[in-house]
């Protein structure tokens, strides 16, 4: 892709996209509309991104920011009260907006999965072991017997070594992690191309969280697995992922290499962002410090509030009068780093 400063999204073609052949995802000015009552309002705003074969990609922001919504608009999951409103997401060489309910049966759990954030998901009167079987036999042939030993081999595979006794167990005599992991098994079991994770470390304890970012990274290698993963955390991605697309108020505010964008952050959200994860990082501080750990001051704005300017204008130190009256286009200042500002604008 060249570097340029002109806008990256562009109105929805009815064509395959010409990177289609060479990304394994791509999305392309996804809008996302919820109503409440009469009205109509966008939570998530003509949001473009990539996922090539095998690459894991980070998808940060605060709670509220679009992130999830995102993530289940892929899957054709969104609630009731939401639809997408424009956009495409091409899957390969489907459009997994356009196809029909039964051909996103067939793509969702054997090609995509998705690890839900909330193991709470899973079925509390079945067994594990069965609820993840499931999975595999409606997207394999095989016998009981047959997806009983895959499910005990991954269950092994990901921390579980007591596979006969844990297939068994339901729900409640499971701990928080392990539960965590059955729902990554179910995501896992017919080995997809594509696994969306939905803050996947975010109730568990660092231990089992580093097991299972290790998990990721092993099944990226050994079947070139490729990941979305959510998170608020800027720590979980530094540790796994290798780009990072930062969302803020329904948009995609910059999106680049883990390390280019974790040491030079571009956006202003962005940089305060991490500046807030690195303070709270800091667990052997005095009281007295913790009292002065910086915060990005006032709310997120109301998505129902329609802005002329920049989403984040009233909460950003680096503010122009531009950013008050016009929103910002999303830019390429470089090669490999896109950023929503008006600062990287060229005259």
Do not use: W
């Not at 289609?20 to 996302?32: D, E, I, K, P, Y």
């Not at 939401?82 to 060489?93: K, L, N, R």
């Not at 990941?227 to 910059?254: K, N, Q, T």
Request: hydrophobic share 40%; glycine share 6%; with cysteine.
């Amino acid at each position: 892709m060249e570097a340029s400063t002109t806008n990256l999204v562009s109105s929805r073609s009815p064509h395959i996209p010409e990177s289609a052949a060479s990304n394994l995802l791509q999305v392309h000015r996804l809008t996302v509309e919820y109503r409440l009552g009469s009205a109509r309002f966008a939570a998530v705003r003509n949001v473009s991104f990539t996922i090539a074969p095998g690459e894991i990609v980070g998808l940060l922001g605060e709670s509220g920011c679009g992130k999830t919504t995102t993530a289940l608009s892929l899957l054709g999951l969104l609630p009731d009260a939401a639809a997408v409103t424009s956009g495409s997401v091409f899957f390969g060489e489907r459009d997994l907006l356009s196809i029909t309910e039964e051909q996103l049966r067939e793509v969702r759990g054997a090609e995509v999965a998705i690890i839900y954030q909330d193991s709470a998901v899973l079925n509390p009167v079945i067994r594990v072991g069965d609820q993840v079987a499931e999975v595999l036999r409606a997207h394999r042939r095989c016998t009981r017997r047959e997806s009983q030993e895959k499910v005990q081999t991954l269950l092994a595979s990901i921390g579980l070594r007591d596979g006969e006794r844990l297939y068994n167990a339901y729900p409640h005599q499971l701990s928080g992690g392990q539960r965590q992991r059955i729902a990554i098994a179910q995501a896992l079991i017919c080995q997809p191309v594509l696994v969306i994770a939905d803050e996947p470390t975010a109730s568990i304890d660092d231990g089992t969280a580093a097991d299972i970012l290790s998990l990721m990274g092993r099944m990226r290698h050994d079947y070139g697995t490729a990941f979305l993963i959510i998170s608020h955390d800027p720590d979980a991605l530094a540790a796994i992922a290798s780009r990072v697309i930062v969302m803020y108020a329904g948009e995609i505010v910059e999106d680049g290499p883990v390390g280019e964008v974790f040491s030079d952050p571009m956006h202003p959200y962005t940089r305060a962002l991490l500046q807030c994860s690195a303070s709270k990082s800091a667990g052997n501080r005095c009281d007295r410090e913790r009292e002065r750990f910086p915060y990005i001051p006032r709310d997120s704005p109301d998505p129902s509030e329609i802005s002329l300017g920049c989403s984040f204008a009233s909460r950003c130190s680096d503010r122009m009068p531009a950013c008050n009256s016009s929103q910002p286009d999303l830019l390429q200042p470089s090669c490999n780093r896109m950023v929503r500002c008006f600062k990287y604008e060229v005259a």
